[in-house]
């Protein structure tokens, strides 16, 4: 309880607000990008970006690169938000000698990162279980076919119950945890290399904004990947009937087995030029919102 009192007084909910608007930028800068991540890690397309993208848009027209966007824009604000707002406030709880003025240490930083990594694996788990089985269904003219978030929400809950909404919980949370310790270090140690002082001073320029943020998601993104493909094929079964995987492990060893271990890394190069982009615009976002909003540092 006294975490959360922190949480809500210490910091006015300005990380909160800043990192919605941070959040938002993300969803624009990025879904087309993440729709392809997503067609190459099912491999219904087969692994070329490039191939995929002139069939999607040949049959649906651009707006295909947009299926799914609602889910993670509706709720992309209240989850960015929770993230950063956790990690300013975990990341000052490591350093208990710690002046308001000055920055977190690296280690608070990290540990800052673990928690709220678990933290988003909450939010995030059943808002990319829609969104995934939005990105693969085809479009038809058949009247059953599934119109948007709500059809995905219904059908699962129909068959599975609420646990179906969490499918795919257990590895996004071993997907989440380390990779934001990775992604809010990264962003820390460059931006601070990039403008000497900027950590303490907020000072940096745009650019450094938007090199350290963009580095950030490529270095998280790099130390998860296998895990957020095997969790793509996971959660891609809930509107499949009977389900192709047993769990995690048994997920692992067939792909493997039948696809290689390349499949593993099936769409890291979508991904980690998406993450650039949106990772920049992510930080940049924020860094902005706090400014502008609460302290008129430009």
Not at 191 to 218: D, I, S, W, Y
Not at 233 to 244: A, D, F, G, H, K
């Amino acid at each position: 309880m006294e975490l959360w009192t922190e949480f809500a007084a210490k910091s006015s909910g300005k990380e909160f607000v800043a990192g919605g608007f941070g959040g938002v930028a993300a969803v624009i800068a990025g879904h087309p990008l993440d729709t392809l991540r997503v067609e190459q890690q099912h491999s219904r397309l087969g692994p070329s970006a490039f191939r995929i993208l002139r069939q999607l848009v040949a049959r649906e027209g651009p707006r295909g690169l947009f299926k799914g966007m609602a889910a993670p824009l509706a709720s992309i604000t209240f989850q960015n938000a929770i993230v950063f707002q956790s990690y300013a406030t975990l990341s000052r709880k490591f350093d208990k000698d710690i002046k308001p003025t000055d920055p977190p240490s690296f280690r608070g930083v990290i540990f800052g990162g673990f928690g709220a990594g678990a933290i988003q694996s909450l939010i995030v788990s059943p808002i990319e279980l829609v969104k995934i089985n939005l990105q693969l269904q085809r479009q038809t003219n058949d009247k059953s076919s599934l119109k948007g978030p709500a059809d995905i929400v219904r059908i699962i809950l129909n068959r599975e119950g609420w646990r179906g909404i969490y499918r795919g919980f257990t590895i996004t949370v071993l997907r989440d945890v380390p990779s934001h310790a990775f992604y809010f270090s990264t962003y820390e140690y460059i931006r601070e290399k990039l403008h000497p002082g900027c950590r303490k001073n907020g000072q940096e320029t745009f650019g450094t904004m938007l090199v350290a943020g963009g580095l950030a998601g490529v270095v998280s993104w790099m130390s998860c990947y296998p895990l957020d493909v095997i969790k793509t094929r996971i959660q891609s079964q809930s509107n499949s009937t009977p389900l192709m995987y047993r769990g995690i492990v048994d997920c692992f060893r067939r792909s493997v087995k039948n696809e290689g271990w390349n499949v593993l890394w099936r769409g890291l190069g979508t991904t980690l030029t998406r993450a650039f982009i949106v990772n920049g615009a992510v930080f940049t976002g924020y860094e902005t919102a706090l400014r502008l909003l609460f302290t008129n540092n430009f």
